[in-house]
């Protein structure tokens, strides 16, 4: 079953810097496009960034670009979202996701806590 681990969220001051990774399990990660979502208490999971199976084609929502950047590592099976210039209003929970499964359906894992604040 697919499995989806996400870690290196914590508490970072305004305009500090963050890596997140996820470690993937349970499909062929390398034919897989992922996805990176945030979640705030109240709210439905925004997308936030996605990225081709071999790392050649990015997509980010407006309100992070030029600021967060996703990368990954087929041999590694793992996935990362490095976070610089950080707000307040990225405060959230933060998962990993296959792109193409819908979101109903997808194998979340737990998230990792973002929390930007002084």
């Known amino acids: 079953q697919v499995q989806l681990v996400e870690s290196g969220g914590g508490l970072v001051q305004p305009g500090g810097s963050l890596r997140l990774s996820c470690a993937a399990s349970g499909f062929i990660f390398s034919l897989s496009a992922m996805s990176w979502y945030r979640q705030v208490p109240g709210k439905e999971r925004e997308l936030v960034a996605s990225i081709s199976s071999r790392g050649g084609t990015t997509n980010y929502a407006d309100s992070v670009k030029g600021r967060f950047t996703i990368s990954r590592d087929n041999a590694k099976k793992m996935v990362f979202l490095q976070m610089n210039s950080l707000k307040s209003e990225d405060t959230a929970v933060y998962y990993c996701?296959?792109?193409?499964?819908?979101?109903?359906?997808?194998?979340w894992g737990q998230g990792t806590q973002v929390t930007v604040s002084s």
């Open positions: 996701k296959r792109a193409w499964d819908s979101n109903g359906s997808a194998s």
